[in-house]
């Protein structure tokens, strides 16, 4: 399993199955909101990036990461998780196709 683990104080580590593969982020000092929203954003990011050679403009991640942190991530960052790749790019096509369509027509006409 190509995944993520995010262990409250060590930070967000790239797994396969059970062997760390690389560190993306170390813990900060936010409070737990925006902790949440800044391994979402990173979550995102790098489940996208093994398919998509474009990145998402920066306003777009941001609605898409608010949506995840929500739906997804409500124990981040007290509490340990591990999540498989495939089960952020399903929430990506799944859920997350409301927050695009919702951010898109939001700026519709500006």
Do not use: C
């Not at 797994?15 to 993306?24: A, H, I, K, N, Q």
């Not at 800044?38 to 990145?55: C, M, Q």
């Not at 929500?70 to 495939?86: G, H, N």
């Amino acid at each position: 399993m190509h995944g993520y683990r995010w262990e409250p104080d060590a930070g967000l580590y790239a797994v396969d199955d059970d062997r760390v593969v690389g560190v993306l982020d170390t813990p900060g000092a936010a409070d737990a909101a925006e902790q949440r929203l800044k391994i979402a954003r990173r979550l995102l990011v790098e489940a996208e990036a093994s398919r998509a050679a474009r990145r998402r403009p920066p306003a777009m991640l941001d609605a898409m990461a608010e949506g995840f942190a929500q739906q997804r991530l409500a124990a981040v960052p007290q509490e340990p998780l591990t999540i498989p790749a495939a089960d952020i790019i399903a929430w990506i096509d799944g859920p997350g196709l409301d927050v695009i369509l919702g951010f898109v027509l939001s700026r519709r006409g500006r």
